[in-house]
């Protein structure tokens, strides 16, 4: 069994790629939850590094945030899964929609449980810009949804684009969004560093799962 195991990785790398983002992506995520939740220390070093960048005052910076947190919005990002998803489907993309109505609906239905679980509490900064949610603060809701969507999205623009300079720049004008709605969280006052990282680790490691499934699905209907 092990020999066939084995064979299987070398002929088709991608599942031992899998299996090692979501490895690493699900420790990093465990290391920040217990970091965060039992070492005061660590908790008291997220609220410094993060009250200090919510302290920044710039204008422009005030109004960008404004704009990337507003991108991140639940409901905006639903509707622009559902959008996509959708396109995909009545493009004969089939796999590729339920991937991403998949990965994007269900990954935030996870990030909203673990909000429940954890009850971290929002920051009580000095500098809040927006009214703060009446939700729990990690991982970050925002930084989630827009991570699932823009890498999935990325991950289905390097399957089809045909030129890599194509797959290059739209993964990295994609991704660099996420970044951006992630840390607006933290520059308006409503999320630590710790909750935007962990949305990240989490949905690194929960879109793992989804691209093996993914990879599956396809297979099974190649052959």
């Not at 991140?72 to 622009?80: A, V, W, Y």
């Not at 949804?145 to 999935?152: E, H, K, V, Y």
């Not at 990325?154 to 840390?183: D, M, Q, Y």
């Amino acid at each position: 069994m092990t020999r066939i195991v084995e064979d299987s990785w070398r002929k088709d790398p991608r599942a031992g790629v899998l299996v090692i983002v979501f490895g690493v992506a699900i420790v990093s995520f465990v290391l920040l939850v217990v970091a965060a939740m039992l070492f005061p220390s660590f908790a008291a070093l997220d609220e410094t590094a993060s009250s200090a960048f919510a302290s920044i005052d710039s204008d422009f910076l005030d109004s960008a945030s404004r704009a990337f947190t507003r991108l991140g919005d639940i409901e905006i990002m639903m509707l622009l899964t559902a959008l996509a998803s959708v396109a995909l489907w009545y493009t004969g993309r089939r796999p590729e929609s339920i991937l991403l109505a998949a990965t994007v609906a269900l990954g935030t239905g996870l990030g909203s449980l673990f909000k429940d679980i954890f009850e971290r509490a929002r920051p009580d900064f000095e500098y809040v810009r927006i009214p703060i949610p009446d939700t729990y603060s990690f991982p970050s809701g925002h930084a989630l949804a827009s991570f699932l969507l823009f890498s999935t999205i990325a991950f289905i623009v390097v399957l089809e684009a045909e030129r890599f300079a194509t797959r290059v720049w739209v993964t990295t004008a994609l991704l660099t969004l996420g970044v951006f709605v992630g840390l607006s969280r933290v520059y308006l006052g409503v999320h630590y560093f710790g909750d935007v990282i962990a949305s990240w680790m989490l949905g690194s490691a929960w879109m793992t799962v989804t691209v093996a499934s993914y990879f599956w699905l396809t297979r099974q209907q190649a052959e």
